[in-house]
């Protein structure tokens, strides 16, 4: 005589484990990063950096950089911030439509959301006064002033987080 047990327990156990592993790999966040710096130069014109970087296990899979230029109420008229987004413009053209520009009555923002592997710039702007105000875009990848960061990068967040505050910035 053969006994046959239910098979129905094991059979839902195993579903309900299958279901809780699928559910947890389907929740698990991705790592986000958030660094900034603020740097002032001649006449009060201040530079603030803020790198907003997605990183999923050891790679950068997502940057948003919002950089904004404050200018004193000196040089707070069109002529110098349609310039300064004018350069800008120039310097950053091949992200073509991932670069936003809003002009406010004393500051200029770049809002640049990069999801490939396109290559952002940080820490490329200066500030100079002679007679007139000037600035400077730093496009050379290979400059030890600048820091070029690209979606692809192989960080973890913490080796992202140590390479950021080994240039001056601040994050969580």
Known sequence: MVTRKSMTFPVVITV???????YLFATIKQTEVICNRT??????????????????????TEMVVVKTIVLPSKYADDTHRNSIKYSLEKTLGYLGDKVKYSISDNAITVTMKVHKNEIVLLNNIDFSVNDDLEIIVNSNTKSSNVIPLTVGDNYTDGEFMMHMKNHGYSCK
């Open 16 to 22: 309900m484990v299958i279901l809780i592993i699928v």
């Open 39 to 60: 740097r002032v130069f001649d006449d009060d014109v201040k530079v603030s950096e803020e790198v907003n970087a997605i990183i999923d296990g050891k790679k950068i």
